[in-house]
């Protein structure tokens, strides 16, 4: 598991760390569905596409979670498999991703916990002097 959950108070905060940018977003959005649900009986039946655009790397992971939350919500869905393309734009950053699972079935899956937001707090993308890449990130519940 390339990703850990970390102490804190009312919320909920991971570190994720990954040998590139792309695989650091996969392992942050499948730590984020595993916090929500039990994702063993979750099967990659439909495809989301995803496209976001950020100025810098926190803003562009930021708004990969956030999508993600939101199409979850939205499409009453549970997201199990991630694809991530991530290219340099125009001084920013642009991913274009897949989020593939299923709608939400009670009968199938165990939910664990409502995700009420992506936050900012303690967030960062890094890549270390070894040439990996580790983020924090906390969620509010």
Do not use: Q
């Not at 959950?5 to 909920?12: F, G, N, P």
């Not at 993600?68 to 001084?91: A, Q, T, Y």
Request: charged share 35%.
């Amino acid at each position: 598991m390339p990703w850990e959950e970390l102490e804190h108070t009312a919320d909920a905060a991971f570190r994720v760390w990954a040998e590139d940018l792309e695989e650091l977003f996969v392992d942050a959005a499948r730590a984020l569905f595993e916090l929500i649900a039990d994702l063993e009986n979750v099967e990659p039946k439909e495809r989301v596409e995803i496209e976001v655009e950020a100025d810098d790397l926190v803003e562009l992971f930021h708004d990969w979670l956030e999508e993600l939350l939101f199409r979850h919500e939205v499409n009453e869905m549970l997201f199990s498999d991630f694809e991530v393309k991530i290219e340099k734009k125009d001084g920013g950053y642009r991913l274009e991703g897949v989020a593939m699972g299923e709608p939400i079935d009670p009968e199938k899956h165990t939910i664990h916990t409502e995700v009420k937001a992506i936050t900012y707090h303690m967030m960062n993308v890094e890549r270390k002097e070894d040439g990996t890449w580790e983020a924090t990130y906390v969620v509010d519940l």
